[in-house]
């Protein structure tokens, strides 16, 4: 028998609040606002595991190392999520997985770093508003080089582009 309309129309509206999530979070992490990342996380235990950066047990942790390492004017960043995969496990909970793509510039340091890998996600429905559970990213390529005479010729490094 197949779903009735409706479900399938609550189906898409829960999958496409949940790439919202995603995006909000993502948009938070390249505008340092730390309240905005940790809005995106459910209260309580969830389990965050960012390889190098740290494994988590609730968000306000990962929020502080985020502000630490960050949040700061020399260190400008780009996280790009894409090719979702978005499963609802019921109602209330779904898993997801995400390519990502990150770059981060460090005006101070002279370096660059490209990131390439995979976020596993798992999300809940409360108070009907979806928040991430529990997170896990895999680096899968990783490219980090430093932007000096030596190694590149730095043609610009900085959050914005001069114009000619």
């Not at 960012?50 to 929020?63: C, E, K, M, P, Q």
């Not at 790009?80 to 390519?99: F, K, M, Q, V, Y």
């Not at 991430?132 to 043609?155: D, R, W, Y």
């Amino acid at each position: 028998m197949r779903d009735s309309l409706e479900d399938r129309i609550a189906r898409l509206e829960a999958i496409e609040a949940i790439r919202a999530l995603k995006a909000r979070y993502l948009a938070a992490c390249d505008a340092k606002d730390p309240e905005a990342v940790r809005a995106c996380f459910a209260d309580g235990p969830v389990h965050i595991d960012y390889g190098a950066i740290g494994t988590f047990d609730n968000a306000d942790d990962l929020v502080k190392i985020y502000t630490d390492i960050a949040c700061h004017p020399h260190m400008l960043e780009m996280h790009h999520g894409s090719n979702p995969r978005i499963e609802l496990t019921d109602s209330h909970t779904a898993e997801g997985a995400w390519s990502m793509q990150y770059q981060l510039i460090n005006s101070n340091d002279m370096t660059l770093t490209q990131i390439g890998g995979v976020y596993l996600d798992e999300y809940r429905l409360i108070e009907g508003e979806w928040k991430i559970t529990s997170t896990h990213f895999s680096a899968e390529s990783t490219l980090a080089v430093e932007l000096g005479e030596a190694a590149l010729k730095k043609m610009f490094a900085g959050r914005r582009m001069p114009m000619p």
